[in-house]
């Protein structure tokens, strides 16, 4: 009789969450998926984000470089092989500004994507006479609605089931495996849940708000330029992210928020700020001869706010008995999650050897 493979809930269904669910089933595991929100669900943090391929890891924080690395190249093969996954292969142009140079410095994965650039007022012409030197890689945008409905349709064709659900303890999770037996593993990618998560409870969880713009406008490449002058929000930046089905997404700011000063109302001096510095470092937008398309004025299709789920100390990945924790990535959920999903695999196969004595 052949052996059952090793039951898995995960809770959440986040980007995290099935990236590390779809994984788990292409290794062997019987996966189950649990959320309050899916895929569809615009309440979904993950829907949110502007989503791209770009490294906020330290030179000395290798834990988190190694989380990142696999996305890079796992993103590039989606773009060019997997048509329906939202994914866009873009280059990124990294602007340092004049008032703000010393700050700047080259990112550790210079020696590790191709095709990695300087830039400087030798070789390159920026967009507006502030930028002085920055810096050009290959890399990717991801429209996130369609990428998540991509990786449901993935865990559904690979035999997964996802649910909607809602848990006041981890521990409950136990009582979801579409057997209807008890599961041998839960994944734990609640994000900012895991706050609030009985059995969790994890305090350093706390929310960075996000200011985002959506419009019909194309741009080229991406574009971010960090800090910008004349801020009036703690970590405002410029950047924007164009789009495979065009327009693009400008935003915005990092501010890091308590729990009880969320909220989602729109600062209409914010969105300005955003739009005057996108006329000035991505002029192309209001230009029909770069896009066809591109009106003369920047064509509005939205405007929110959001959160990242951010952790002091970084992404938790770690087993605590039977649960794998795999959340707190913040704004680098995206980019982070096939290696955060490796690590998720690695830690399940150890536990299931040790406690099944069986090795997928």
């Known amino acids: 009789m052949p052996e059952s493979k090793p039951k898995v809930v995960v809770v959440g269904a986040g980007v995290t969450g099935l990236t590390s669910g779809l994984l788990l089933l292409k290794n062997g595991y019987d996966v189950s998926i649990i959320a309050k929100h899916i895929p569809g669900d615009f309440e979904l943090l993950s829907s949110k984000a502007g989503a791209q391929w770009s490294s906020h890891s330290g030179p000395d924080e290798f834990t988190f470089q190694e989380y990142d690395k696999p996305g890079y190249y796992e993103f590039l093969k989606l773009a060019r092989e997997e048509p329906t ?40 012409k920026f967009p507006s006479d502030d930028l002085v030197k ?27 089931t996802i649910k909607r659900a809602r848990i006041d303890h981890i521990n409950d999770a136990n009582k979801y495996h579409h057997s ?41 490449n991406q574009k971010i330029v960090q800090p910008v002058p004349g801020s009036e929000v703690p970590g405002e930046a410029f950047y924007i992210m164009n789009r495979k089905e065009g327009g693009s997404i400008i935003g915005g700011c990092y501010h890091p928020v308590k729990i009880d000063e969320m909220d989602f109302k729109i600062d209409d001096k914010l969105t300005q700020r955003i739009l005057t510095r996108a006329k000035k470092y991505a002029p192309e937008l209001l230009d029909s001869k770069a896009f066809p398309e591109n009106k003369p004025e920047l064509d509005i299709v939205t405007v929110y706010v959001a959160y990242r789920p951010t952790r002091e100390g970084g992404i938790r990945l770690e087993r605590e008995g039977k649960i794998i924790h795999n959340y707190g990535a913040g704004g680098t959920g995206y980019q982070s999650s096939f290696g955060t999903a490796a690590g998720v695999l690695k830690l399940a196969n150890e536990y299931i050897a040790k406690t099944k004595g069986s090795k997928l």
């Open 134 to 160: 920055g810096h050009r890689y290959k890399s990717v945008t991801i429209t996130t609605p369609h990428y998540l409905a991509y990786l449901y349709a993935k865990v559904i064709e690979f035999g997964g």
């Open 85 to 124: 996954s939202g994914i866009h292969e873009v280059l990124v142009d990294h602007y340092a500004h004049k008032d703000y140079v010393s700050a700047y410095k080259l990112p550790w994965f210079e020696s590790y994507v191709p095709g990695f650039q300087k830039l400087d007022r030798s070789n390159f």
């Open 180 to 220: 209807g037996e008890t599961p041998d593993l839960i994944i734990n990618a609640t994000a900012l849940g895991a706050r609030f998560l009985g059995g969790v409870n994890d305090l350093k969880m706390y929310p960075v708000k996000g200011h985002i713009v959506v419009v019909s406008n194309s741009c080229y």
